[in-house]
């Protein structure tokens, strides 16, 4: 395997992972809340170091996922008790957690080795360098971490379809026939954050939140099917990471940037020129159309 | 339980009862101490001013609010247990009809509490779907997205996802509001259908011109129950008086239904 095929490949992992859970997100209307969690899992990654001493995937899954869990309970909390709105309370929270984190780091700084840029940024071309074995199988760290994290991503989404369908469209309705949102909404918090740890050390705490908010943003202008917007988001998160690769290589820049930059430009294109809701579109159809009929409802 | 115990003398089967019911927003009371017993068979109207706490009333028998103090029984067992039986209609306007999904999949989602955890629709289910669509005269609209409706068909088909329930009690928030008047005509024909099957409608209703034509049993409340019966014998001028308060003035003229079947006519005569 060559190296440039390992880093592809891991970013194309990422992307699928951050992907299929983004489009849920987006449509409860909620993406903002992985830009909160991505930072507010830091404390639990540390803590995971701490307690274990190494760099052991489940503990930090674990650790992330219930810093995850906690960041949506206290913001719930805050706001539904306390008078304070949900982005106030999700600001004051993540905010919280993530110095904690970062302030963890710095007293601990001897036995986390773990550094503060990468946290924040990432760095996929390292992926190649750092090496684990498996059932007799000696891949890159990574492989394993993001693999199992989209396993796992891809079988929450396959099982929990209708339910998560249901949630994110008509949520009272859900509980009147005996379907949990609050359990279903914890759950996918959870899954968020184990995807976020996982694209912490290839794309950083920052990065992520264009890999979950861009593909499903970009998909929902192509497309009023679920399953196809779920299958285009991935897509454009693959096709992202692979084109963001080479830009990042003919610049010599980061990949996560370069990734990140291709996510905007493709959406700025679609947002432009789709063909059923692209703004050159409308406006050519405004032009055509007398004005009366111009104030016809937008989507 | 003095009220359903009286009915229940009568030989009814009451089949929502709901005792000394209160539920407070952040301290303030939206509803309080209410007590009613509807019995079965009844299309029931719940009318009373905005911010009455109708909409509330229902989610909270619903288990969506939590009560502060009072219960709720079904078919006189607590709503966890005959949940299957029971129905919900949200407003129209709680969704967002951009969300990327069809008309038929709207309907199915009515088999969603039947189905269990993790099972797919199967075709029994798409068969209930399907057919729920045709009694409210949907079913060529099955694949199409439902950012292409109108406000009457998006009624429409939350109906049938109530539908395709296939339960014994039915909760409807305003279905009647913002719909055409062929749709108005449509809805009221099949909440006559429901209760001709035997079932049980309780719906909150906004037009008080329509409602003495519209349903045999009323509900009024303002906060608290004002009165509730028979229509006959409760949707009197001073009923009115009392849940709508110094605002009946415009209303007085509506306690004597000059209005009365006017409505269905002119719905009749106006094709979609």
């Known amino acids: 395997m060559s190296m440039e095929f390992e880093i592809i490949f891991t970013a194309v992992m990422v992307a699928t992972a951050c992907a299929l859970v983004g489009t849920f997100m987006m449509l409860r209307k909620i993406t903002m809340l992985a830009d909160a969690i991505s930072h507010a899992v830091l404390p639990g990654i540390v803590l995971a170091f701490l307690l274990t001493g190494s760099r052991n995937v489940l503990p930090m899954l674990i650790g992330a996922g219930l810093l995850g869990l906690l960041t949506t309970w206290l913001t719930e909390l805050l706001r539904n008790r306390g008078r304070v709105n949900e982005d106030a309370a999700m600001g004051t929270v993540f905010t919280f957690l993530f110095a904690v984190g970062v302030i963890l780091i710095s007293l601990f700084s001897r036995q986390v080795d773990l550094d503060q840029d990468c946290v924040l940024y990432g760095e996929i071309a390292y992926v190649p360098l750092d090496l684990e074995t498996h059932l007799g199988l000696t891949l890159p760290r990574a492989f394993w971490q993001t693999g199992g994290v989209l396993l796992l991503v891809v079988a929450f989404v396959g099982l929990g379809y209708k339910e998560l369908k249901l949630c994110a469209f008509d949520p009272a309705y859900a509980v009147s026939v005996g379907i949990s949102t609050v359990v279903w909404h914890y759950a996918l918090m959870s899954v968020v954050s184990l995807v976020t740890v996982s694209s912490f050390e290839s794309v950083g705490a920052i990065l992520v939140v264009a890999l979950i908010v861009a593909p499903p943003a970009t998909a929902f202008l192509l497309t009023d099917k679920l399953r196809w917007l779920l299958g285009i988001a991935v897509g454009i998160g693959g096709l992202s990471s692979v084109l963001g690769y080479y830009v990042a290589a003919y610049y010599n820049a980061s990949i996560a940037g370069g990734i990140t930059v291709v996510l905007g430009a493709l959406f700025l294109i679609v947002f432009l020129f789709a063909p059923d809701n692209g703004l050159v579109i409308r406006w050519q159809k405004g032009r055509r159309t007398p004005q009366s009929v111009v104030a016809e409802p937008s989507r | ?272």
């Open chain 2, 1 to 272: 339980m003095i009220v359903s115990d009286a009915r229940r003398s009568e030989g009814q089967t009451i089949a929502l009862e709901v005792h000394d019911l209160t539920v407070a927003y952040r301290d303030k009371p939206v509803i309080w101490g209410v007590d009613f017993a509807l019995p079965e068979r009844q299309l029931a109207a719940i009318v009373g001013p905005n911010g009455a706490g109708k909409s509330t009333l229902l989610k909270t028998i619903m288990g969506l609010i939590t009560a502060a103090s009072g219960q709720v029984r079904v078919y006189d067992q607590p709503l966890e247990a005959v949940r299957k039986e029971v129905a919900y209609v949200p407003q129209r306007e709680s969704v967002d009809w951009d969300f990327p999904t069809n008309v038929l999949d709207v309907v199915m989602m009515g088999r969603y509490g039947q189905m269990g955890l993790f099972s797919r629709p199967g075709k029994a289910d798409r068969e209930a779907a399907m057919s729920a669509l045709e009694k409210v005269g949907m079913a060529e609209f099955a694949k199409r997205q439902i950012s292409q409706l109108s406000g009457g068909q998006q009624q429409r088909i939350f109906l049938a996802r109530a539908l395709a329930q296939e339960a014994r009690l039915y909760l409807m928030d305003e279905p009647f509001a913002g719909v055409d008047a062929a749709t108005e005509a449509a809805i009221l024909e099949l909440l006559q259908s429901l209760r001709a099957e035997g079932r049980t409608v309780l719906v909150v209703h906004h037009d008080l011109q329509t409602v003495a034509d519209y349903f045999d049993y009323v509900l009024m409340i303002n906060m608290r129950l004002i009165a509730d019966g028979r229509m006959e014998e409760t949707f009197t001028t001073e009923n009115l008086q009392k849940t709508y308060g110094g605002r009946l003035n415009l209303l007085s003229e509506v306690a004597h239904l000059a209005t009365r079947h006017s409505h269905i006519l002119q719905a009749e005569k106006k094709p979609e």
